[in-house]
């Protein structure tokens, strides 16, 4: 499985990490993981982005695009792993978003285990870990993922085609989202 992530990744040429809160962080960690010298550029608003991680300075294969423009010129990008906090709200976006994928959208592309995705309006916390604890209490090998504040990829090393794994879906999450969980549960809206 992440083998196959890492070469969906690979196969773009410019490659944007749009957003670098937790889940960009984490997309950029594993990134850099498994593809040490891939040209990368990161956007964000933070335009003190690099001060505040200053590990991104030596990374001389790193471009940054920051503050009030960083949605500027997105159509530039063959892939866009956007963070579920970007707001497209004044975006047009239609040209593009063929390209726009995300972590939780790559990892259900490539997933070889069972995923149950959780969404909804309200309840997704609970239900999400309602369903971790009756499965890891009945001893099956399971991770609870997502919106919940782990993002997946920190977690995708411990993940085997054995691994049940529980993800709590935002709407955020989920709307450039092209591939779906083996179980979904939608909860009230």
């Given amino acids: 499985m992440i083998d196959n992530i890492i070469d969906d990744i690979n196969s773009k040429e410019k490659v944007l990490i749009l957003g670098f809160g937790r889940e960009g962080k984490s997309t950029y960690n594993l990134i850099r993981k498994y593809l040490k010298n891939k040209k990368l550029t990161i956007a964000d608003a933070n335009e003190e982005l690099i001060n505040n991680n200053p ?85 099956k090998n399971t991770l609870l993922v997502g919106n919940i504040g782990i993002p997946v990829f920190d977690k995708i090393d411990d993940i085997t085609c054995d691994t049940l794994v529980v993800l709590e879906l935002s709407c955020h999450q989920l709307k450039f989202v092209k591939a779906s969980p083996k179980i979904s549960v939608l909860l009230n809206l």
């Fill in 55 to 139: 590990e991104l300075k030596e990374d001389h294969d790193l471009e940054f695009v920051l503050g009030n423009n960083y949605l500027n010129d997105l159509d530039n990008y063959d892939l866009i792993i956007k963070s579920p906090g970007v707001n497209f709200k004044h975006v047009n976006y239609e040209d593009f978003k063929d390209r726009i994928t995300s972590q939780i959208d790559l990892f259900l592309k490539h997933a070889n285990c069972l995923t149950i995705g959780i969404t909804g309006t309200k309840g997704k916390s609970t239900t999400a870990s309602l369903i971790y604890h009756v499965l890891s209490g009945l001893g």
